[in-house]
């Protein structure tokens, strides 16, 4: 019950805070702090709670992603403009297999504008610590883009662990959109799955030689234009691939290649086994949006977990 009570308060000071515009509601409600933010590099942090802890204790896998992915593309905004739109053109990721226990800390790195392009598309490196030391490294491409006609774009504020807290919200004052999201931090706190995997929304299943998937899209996952947040996007195609290997495999590396915006109510992602021996496996997982369209495509690699004696 108390753990229902900090997550449901957890999920009001978001909201609060997701009404400065700049940021979105899923980096807002985690919590996320950009303790360090220049031109040259970034450092963002996660602090450990209930309300993203997933069944087996660790921080989940997809408030993980959306830490390594800020951190990605804060230091190439920095080269930019606070308030410029960047959309995830690729992000490639591998883990050491140490497990996501305690404060985590994202070290971005800037590496450059890529020569003789038409639009400006830059490049940077993460990498990500945790309790037993470092849990991932990697990289990813960010292309700027103009803001849709009909929005707006404000800087993304830098706010650090040490920042006031903001005024806590009474359940009068919401808008629809806001209730909306509350409905579904209730509905996650009465179901039998761990809190943020059930608030996340994202349902995964093995299927004939691969894996289902499927992902309530909105304001709780989405990014600063309304559409599904790039680590998000992440995690799904990861839960899925793991879906269709089934237990006794660990996620070792992901690649991801943005296609489109993810938009539509529901995301669904198919995967589909490319290799499965003894040692290690590799899967291809695709994410569709609206009207099928493809959204991400993903190749996955996973090692056998260790037997035990």
Same mark, same amino acid.
Request: hydrophobic share 45%.
């Given at each position: 019950?108390?753990?229902?009570?900090?997550?449901?308060?957890?999920?009001?000071?978001?909201?609060?805070?997701?009404?400065?515009?700049? %940021?979105?509601? *899923? &980096?807002?409600?985690?919590?996320?702090?950009?303790? @360090?933010?220049? !031109? /040259? +590099?970034?450092?963002?942090? =996660?602090?450990?709670?209930?309300?993203?802890?997933?069944?087996?204790?660790?921080?989940?896998?997809?408030?993980?992603?959306?830490?390594?992915?800020?951190?990605?593309?804060?230091?190439?905004?920095?080269?930019?403009?606070?308030?410029?739109?960047?959309?995830?053109?690729?992000?490639?990721?591998?883990?050491?297999?140490?497990?996501?226990?305690?404060?985590?800390?994202?070290?971005?790195?800037?590496?450059?504008?890529?020569?003789?392009?038409?639009?400006?598309?830059?490049?940077?490196?993460?990498?990500?610590?945790?309790?037993?030391?470092?849990?991932?490294?990697?990289?990813?491409?960010?292309?700027? %883009?103009?803001? *849709? &006609?009909?929005?707006?774009?404000?800087?993304?504020? @830098?706010?650090? !662990? /040490? +920042?006031?807290?903001?005024? =806590?919200?009474?359940?009068?004052?919401?808008?629809?959109?806001?209730?909306?999201?509350?409905?579904?931090?209730?509905?996650?706190?009465?179901?039998?799955?761990?809190?943020?995997?059930?608030?996340?929304?994202?349902?995964?299943?093995?299927?004939?030689?691969?894996?289902?998937?499927?992902?309530?899209?909105?304001?709780?996952?989405?990014?600063?234009?309304?559409?599904?947040?790039?680590?998000?996007?992440?995690?799904?195609?990861?839960?899925?691939?793991?879906?269709?290997?089934?237990?006794?495999?660990?996620?070792?590396?992901?690649?991801?290649?943005?296609?489109?915006?993810?938009?539509?109510?529901? %995301?669904?992602?198919?995967?589909?086994?490319?290799?499965?021996?003894?040692?290690?496996?590799?899967? /291809?997982?695709?994410?569709?949006?609206?009207?099928?369209?493809?959204?991400?495509?993903?190749?996955?690699?996973?090692?056998?977990?260790?037997?035990?004696?």
């Amino acid at each position: 019950m108390r753990n229902a009570r900090l997550i449901r308060a957890r999920v009001l000071r978001g909201i609060a805070l997701n009404r400065t515009p700049g %940021l979105h509601f *899923p &980096a807002n409600f985690l919590g996320i702090a950009f303790e @360090h933010v220049t !031109r /040259r +590099a970034t450092r963002l942090e =996660l602090e450990p709670g209930p309300w993203c802890r997933d069944a087996a204790g660790e921080i989940d896998f997809g408030a993980f992603a959306i830490l390594a992915d800020l951190a990605l593309g804060a230091v190439i905004r920095a080269n930019l403009a606070r308030h410029a739109r960047l959309g995830t053109v690729a992000m490639s990721l591998q883990f050491t297999g140490a497990p996501r226990l305690g404060r985590l800390r994202a070290a971005g790195a800037f590496h450059g504008f890529f020569r003789g392009s038409t639009g400006r598309l830059g490049a940077s490196s993460v990498a990500v610590r945790g309790e037993h030391g470092l849990l991932c490294f990697g990289t990813g491409t960010f292309m700027a %883009l103009d803001p *849709p &006609a009909h929005l707006k774009l404000h800087p993304v504020p @830098h706010r650090a !662990r /040490r +920042a006031p807290e903001p005024r =806590l919200l009474r359940e009068s004052e919401l808008d629809a959109a806001e209730r909306a999201i509350l409905r579904r931090a209730d509905a996650a706190l009465r179901g039998k799955r761990d809190f943020i995997s059930a608030f996340w929304g994202i349902h995964a299943r093995g299927a004939r030689g691969g894996g289902k998937g499927s992902l309530h899209n909105g304001l709780h996952v989405g990014n600063r234009v309304g559409h599904a947040q790039g680590g998000i996007l992440i995690a799904f195609a990861a839960q899925t691939a793991a879906a269709a290997l089934g237990k006794g495999w660990s996620l070792s590396g992901v690649s991801a290649a943005y296609v489109r915006p993810g938009q539509g109510p529901r %995301l669904r992602a198919s995967s589909r086994i490319v290799h499965q021996g003894g040692l290690t496996a590799v899967v /291809r997982t695709d994410i569709d949006g609206e009207g099928g369209r493809r959204v991400l495509e993903v190749l996955t690699t996973h090692n056998a977990a260790a037997r035990s004696p």
